[in-house]
């Protein structure tokens, strides 16, 4: 059985939402698309076509290989001039092991907690609507060849399986199917233990202070910060990378990521999107971008950006203070035989890349000559050399090691490999627990001030090693 | 961002019209404490909103600084005409809580009344 999800025609009222394609808007803090390839995989499907045109760019870099849904993605095109059955005719022989056919903007809304099962019961499936939303199911090769040829009148409607496929068409029905999950259908879509008994969903790396109140059911995304006194809830669903200031009152509402409401801001009944107010009822908006009332948060692709000149820069100066002193203190350890620099492979900027780690011998870490050594940060000097290379930043996260770290590269949404790190601060920088915790918290911290930081527990803690060893 | 100011029944009328915002606030504040200063039987005081197309924090917090002034004479200051995205703006910092807001002017002066 294979998927074909047609995805290609604009809808023009997701403007008022953002620059983000339908396909990719969140329901319930996840994309529609999410929810298609979920259907997929419980009916057992392996190869998913995706028809893109409109947004293909940013639909592509979210749904890529498919690997993360245990999906093989096929990525084609139709022109605007060619309906989205029209793709089916160019090669009806892939769909003879079945077809899940969508078109326009769904929702496969679960009617019960059950899961699809992947042999639906018998007949096929088919829904149309007069916005041009299309879906049909149809099990097996014969079903199949009459969706080709038209016959809609011996198909079933998708009540059968207990689905109800909901078009999403206007802010008004994205807004009231974020409700209806807000409501606690959302656990429907959830694995178990991912959702909470009231309905509520809470994501990763979310702050909640005592103070603030929590009225379920609420869906907060992952990365979230709720100031105190704030109060949330009930029927609200808040995205990734939102921060809400103190003494805010949300309820009845929809902040998609990426956005700050100010101190004591009350949002009921609207859409926020960033710095924009939406009324879902007519989709009208003010866009305010108010750091006292609502506004944008940079995106996490951007934080770097401002000063990596800077960071350069210092890089350059460090590797030039660094050579003549690591040419003295280096050869005074070898010869002494108190450590040495030996190779490693670490995670960089995109790439993997060779470097060399200072490990000092049992005796080496008592002697005051390697406690100097490390006290001026001389054993991160080829780091040093591969910061003015470009190949990490001056600060960031531990450099991960290939290929004992693999996973957690593989893990972290954000990487940002840097000379210094939490862990250069610490005498013992080998724990993989604290540095895999600390490389996360990074991800969602990193900032000028957080370096900065850095940069000071890093001068602290190797100070404090060479007067204080013990 | 342009303000006109009126008098009618002893009841002071502002009439705003364009933007509201941290750009245009320091002029309007004064044109208003001018017009004010040399209005001493004035007490009462409708700000016609419906020419506003924008308002952000500073609008706002000019309309509050404004509402302070007008009640320290022991008068009030009555909000008329808000357009859609203003009111919107209203909304999310319950500002309906510290004005009384009416749909038109004459409804605000007649309340003052």
């Not at chain 1, 103190?246 to 926020?272: F, N, P």
């Not at chain 1, 305010?288 to 609502?294: A, F, R």
């Not at chain 1, 620099?341 to 670490?346: A, H, N, R, V």
């Not at chain 1, 600390?438 to 370096?451: D, L, S, T, V, W």
Request: hydrophobic share 45%; with cysteine; aromatic share 10%.
């Amino acid at each position: 059985m294979r998927t074909v999800l047609h995805v290609g025609a604009a809808r023009t009222w997701t403007a008022a939402l953002g620059n983000v394609p339908w396909p990719l808007l969140p329901l319930g803090n996840r994309p529609l698309l999410e929810y298609w390839f979920e259907w997929s995989v419980d009916l057992g499907v392996t190869d998913v076509h995706l028809v893109l045109g409109d947004g293909a760019e940013q639909i592509e870099q979210y749904a890529g290989d498919g690997s993360r849904w245990g999906l093989r993605i096929h990525y084609a095109f139709l022109r605007d001039d060619r309906s989205p059955h029209s793709y089916l005719h160019r090669n009806p022989a892939l769909w003879q092991d079945g077809l899940l056919f969508l078109s326009g903007p769904l929702f496969p809304r679960r009617l019960t907690d059950i899961r699809q099962k992947p042999n639906p019961p018998g007949g096929w499936y088919w829904q149309t609507s007069p916005q041009g939303t299309c879906a049909a199911l149809c099990p097996d090769g014969n079903t199949t060849t009459l969706l080709l040829h038209d016959a809609t009148s011996t198909a079933k409607p998708f009540a059968a399986l207990d689905l109800e496929l909901l078009p999403v068409e206007s802010p008004r029905s994205f807004f009231a199917l974020n409700m209806q999950l807000a409501k606690g259908e959302m656990v429907r879509y959830l694995a178990p233990g991912y959702g909470a008994a009231d309905g509520s969903c809470i994501g990763f790396n979310v702050i909640l202070p005592p103070s603030a109140d929590v009225a379920p059911s609420v869906i907060l995304g992952n990365d979230c910060r709720i100031g105190p006194l704030a109060s949330i809830g009930p029927e609200v669903v808040v995205g990734h990378h939102v921060v809400i200031d103190r003494e805010a009152q949300l309820s009845q509402c929809v902040v998609l990521a990426g956005t700050y409401v100010g101190q004591q801001v009350e949002i009921r009944g609207k859409i926020a999107s960033g710095g924009r107010l939406i009324d879902p009822e007519d989709g009208e908006f003010v866009d305010l971008q108010d750091t006292w009332l609502l506004a944008g948060i940079q995106h996490r692709n951007q934080r770097h950006k401002p000063y990596p000149g800077l960071g350069w820069a210092a890089s350059l100066l460090l590797l030039v203070l660094h050579v003549p002193l690591l040419a003295i203190l280096y050869g005074l350890i070898r010869w002494r035989k108190l450590g040495q620099f030996e190779p490693c492979t670490l995670h960089a900027r995109g790439n993997v890349y060779a470097s060399y780690r200072f490990l000092a011998t049992g005796a080496g870490y008592d002697a005051s000559l390697v406690r100097l050594f490390f006290a001026l940060g001389l054993d991160l000097t080829p780091r040093l050399a591969g910061a003015v290379a470009l190949r990490w930043w001056l600060c960031g996260q531990e450099p991960l090691h290939a290929p004992a770290d693999n996973a957690l590269h593989a893990e972290l949404s954000d990487y940002f490999p840097g000379v210094f790190s939490y862990a250069t601060a610490r005498p013992d920088s080998a724990d993989p627990a604290a540095a895999a915790a600390e490389a996360r918290y990074y991800a969602h911290h990193r900032g000028p001030i957080e370096n900065l930081r850095i940069l000071r527990d890093t001068l602290k803690g190797r100070l404090v090693y060479l007067l204080f060893p013990s | 961002m342009t303000a006109t100011f009126l008098i009618k029944d002893g009841i002071g009328g502002v009439f705003i019209t364009g933007s509201l915002t941290s750009a245009t606030v320091d002029t309007f504040r004064e044109q208003f404490l001018t017009w004010w200063q040399v209005q001493p039987a004035i007490h009462n005081v409708v700000v016609d909103l419906s020419g506003v197309d924008f308002l952000d924090s500073a609008g706002l917090g000019l309309l509050v600084a404004l509402l302070k002034r007008v009640s320290e004479r022991g008068g009030d200051l009555k909000i008329a005409g808000l357009q859609k995205k203003v009111r919107m703006v209203f909304e999310i910092t319950r500002a309906f809580k510290v004005f009384e807001i009416f749909e038109t002017t004459q409804e605000a002066m007649q309340a003052c009344g």
